[in-house]
Nanobody
């Protein structure tokens, strides 16, 4: 199995920044096809924030374009989300997701982090 560990959430004021991290130390990964960040705001369904795949440019939700940046470190099997100019409406639990194939498996599947709370409030 693949366990993803997230960190970096917290309480900030509007306009401030946070950087989320998500990584796995699993030795069973054969390939990672995609990495992404999702969030679930209070009373809302989980939604895509940003996503990276092996062959395409990053995809961002319209609401975060120009403020958030997704990046990865392949050597560390890690993905990051730099969040600038945070707004109260960015308050949510943020989840990372890897689409990965592990050794011996028939194909890739999705793996989720445990979630980290981001609260933007004055």
């Amino acid at each position: 199995q693949v366990q993803l560990v997230e960190s970096g959430g917290g309480l900030v004021q509007p306009g401030e920044s946070l950087r989320l991290s998500c990584a796995t130390d699993s030795k069973n990964i054969f390939t990672i096809n995609g990495m992404g960040w999702y969030r679930q705001r209070p009373g809302k369904q989980r939604e895509l924030v940003a996503r990276l795949s092996t062959a395409t440019t990053p995809i961002y939700a319209t609401s975060v374009k120009g403020r958030f940046t997704i990046s990865k470190d392949n050597a560390k099997n890690a993905v990051y989300l730099q969040m600038n100019s945070l707004k109260p409406e960015d308050t949510a639990v943020y989840y990372c997701k890897f689409t990965a194939a592990i050794l011996g498996a028939l194909g890739p599947r999705d793996y989720w982090g445990q979630g980290t709370q981001v609260t933007v409030s004055s």
